[in-house]
């Protein structure tokens, strides 16, 4: 079986300043690990993803996740937060050896970013 | 090149009525895949397909029907729609398992139902 904990459910940050998104995961296997966000009224759009390579994987808009086999972490992070980065952001596992069944979303962060 | 499109964007439904809600792809993706959002409760997957003429059960496939009868296209029916269905769907699809690791889902844009 596997799990994914997004450890907060809103995130409130300044223009400017650091962005952290927790994600813990638990999996029997091999996990192959995402970071997606959806902006309002809109579908998601992939932010990153971890499979086996690089355990500091980088994505799109600045944002970097790293993952941690020892914790069962994939924190998503930036180091300057922008306005347009207001969104809610999903953790998803997956399981490398299952089948496309085998997939996971976490409850999701909403980010809010204050001028 | 369109993507995942899903029709319709929004729709409203009396307790018992039927509906389809379809959803093309054009990036000739084997893997498609019906999912509910919720609040709170992230996105939760319906049904999926790992190639024409094939479904299959996910997390939640209770009062749902699917027929991916073309590649391009899965289908998700409501036979008698129920309040517990309101809720946004997302349609996504992919290349599918590649290498261990696991190919990206291009998600719609959502579908909005509201059953009274």
């Known amino acids: 079986a596997q799990s994914v904990t997004q450890l907060d459910s809103h995130v409130s940050v300044s223009e400017g300043t650091p962005v952290l998104l927790r994600c813990n995961y638990s999996?029997?296997?091999?996990?192959?690990l995402f970071w997606y966000v959806q902006h309002p009224n809109k579908g998601l759009q992939l932010l990153l993803k971890y499979t086996s390579a690089a355990t500091l994987v980088k994505g799109i808009n600045g944002f970097e996740a790293e993952f941690k086999k020892s914790e069962t972490s994939f924190h998503l992070t930036k180091p300057s937060a922008h306005m347009s980065d207001a969104a809610e952001y999903f953790c998803?596992?997956?399981?490398?050896?299952?089948?496309?069944?085998?997939?996971?979303f976490g409850s999701g962060t909403q980010l809010t970013v204050l001028p | 090149n369109a993507g995942v499109t899903q029709t319709p964007k929004f729709r409203v439904l009396k307790t018992g009525q039927s509906m389809t809600l379809l959803c093309a792809q054009d990036?000739?993706?084997?893997?498609m895949y019906w999912y509910r959002q919720d609040p709170g409760m992230g996105l939760r997957l319906i049904h999926y397909?790992?190639?024409?003429?094939?479904?299959a059960k996910g997390e939640v496939p209770d009062g749902y029907n699917v027929s991916r009868l073309k590649k391009q296209n899965f289908l998700l029916g409501l036979e008698s729609a129920a309040p517990s269905q309101t809720s946004v769907y997302f349609c996504a699809s992919s290349y599918g398992l590649a290498g261990g690791g696991y190919n990206e889902q291009f998600f719609g844009p959502g579908t909005r139902l509201t059953v009274l």
């Open positions: 990036m000739n993706h084997e893997y």
């Open positions: 998803v596992v997956i399981s490398s050896s299952g089948s496309a069944r085998q997939l996971t």
């Open positions: 999996s029997s296997y091999s996990p192959s």
């Open positions: 397909s790992v190639g024409e003429g094939t479904t």
